[in-house]
């Protein structure tokens, strides 16, 4: 089975603060994906990687950083939190469409980040 | 603004009966649509797929009705259980590495 884990599930921080959420997956996917949740928004592309080294901008980059320096390991990094970053973070993960195989987004469980 | 429209934002069920929801897209060169179902607690998953070369895909109580020119898709799940009850998310993919996500709908399915 896919897995995709993301390193706290809860975290309560403080504005101005520098955060990190990490987020691992095992099945050797070259797309890594960070969105944030919140009701009645759906999903919302923060930022994505289709290779080590490699970002995209996603539809709400302002704010947030990423850093992938390892195939299974892609940080989601909030540069000063500000309370409207206070949200459901989701990583994911997939095989790239050219690879021909199914381009399914595999999801952690998420971390649910309250800034103070 | 959101390339895919996600309707209704909440629904509720009784135990047995179809649960529809609706999503419609404006970019005509999306070519694959997922659905995503989440339990509380949970990250999405895929429930199931569909691309535009098939109007209807089933697997087993779930099915995607996919209208092209009216650029709509939706998901039937028949004889909803309660164990159906979750958030439900449409998405579309163009094509390229990143996906569009609808807004979400809240299903509830009353015993």
């Known amino acids: 089975d896919v897995k995709v884990t993301q390193s706290s599930r809860y975290l309560v921080k403080r504005t101005g603060e520098k955060v990190f959420l990490e987020c691992v997956q095992d099945m050797d996917h070259e797309n890594m994906f960070w969105y944030r949740q919140d009701p009645g928004l759906g999903l919302r592309l923060i930022y994505f990687?289709?290779?080590?080294?490699?970002?995209e901008k996603g539809d709400i980059p302002e704010g947030y950083s990423v850093s992938r320096e390892k195939k299974e390991r892609f940080s989601l990094i909030l540069e000063s939190a500000s309370t409207n970053q206070t949200s459901m973070y989701l990583c994911a993960s997939s095989f790239p469409l050219y690879s021909g195989r199914k381009n399914t987004q595999y999801f952690g469980p998420g971390t649910r980040l309250t800034v103070l | 603004q959101q390339q895919v429209k996600q309707s209704p934002q909440s629904l509720i069920v009784q135990k047995g009966g179809i649960s529809i929801i609706n999503c419609a897209y404006e970019n005509t060169a999306f070519d694959y649509f997922p659905w995503y179902q989440q339990f509380p607690g949970k990250g999405p998953a895929l429930l199931i797929a569909i691309r535009p070369d098939v109007s209807e895909k089933k697997e087993g109580r779930f099915t995607i009705s996919f209208n092209k020119s009216a650029k709509q898709f939706s998901l039937h799940i028949m004889d909803s259980q309660p164990g159906d009850s979750a958030t439900y998310f449409c998405?579309?993919?163009?094509?390229?590495?990143?996906?569009?996500f609808g807004a979400g709908t809240r299903l509830t399915v009353k015993p």
């Open positions: 998405a579309a993919s163009n094509g390229n590495n990143d996906m569009r």
């Open positions: 990687s289709y290779d080590v080294k490699m970002k």
